[in-house]
């Protein structure tokens, strides 16, 4: 099994910065990638940026250039980050962390809410 840890959220001004984070622990090894995604009231979840095993990252068109995410490994755990970076009011959403293991299982944290303000 593998535990998700999610943290980083808060209320920022626009243009301002946060970085999430989210440690995986347990059976790390079945993991093949994870990412985050975000849901603001009323709207589907969207993936918003995803790294794989062999460091192959795909960014959502809509925070091209403004958040970065990266993944750093230990012994026993995967901490995978979002720097977001220039934020927007339109940022505002819960943001969740994504763990997709081999075999096509899919695991979510509890999410963590970020708010911009204009």
């Known amino acids: 099994q593998v535990q998700l840890v999610e943290s980083g959220g808060g209320l920022v001004q626009a243009g301002g910065s946060l970085r999430l984070s989210c440690v995986a622990s347990g059976s790390v090894f079945r993991i093949w990638s994870m990412g985050w995604h975000r849901q603001a009231p009323g709207q589907e979840r969207e993936l918003v940026a995803r790294?794989?095993?062999?460091?192959?990252?795909?960014?959502a068109d809509s925070v091209k250039g403004r958040f970065t995410i990266s993944r750093d490994n230990a012994e026993n755990t995967v901490t995978v980050y979002l720097l977001m970076n220039s934020l927007k009011p339109e940022d505002t959403a819960d943001y969740y962390c994504?763990?997709?293991?081999?075999?096509?299982?899919?695991?979510w944290g509890k999410g963590t809410p970020v708010t911009v303000s204009s």
């Open positions: 790294i794989t095993r062999d460091d192959t990252t795909t960014i």
């Open positions: 994504e763990v997709v293991q081999y075999g096509a299982n899919i695991l």
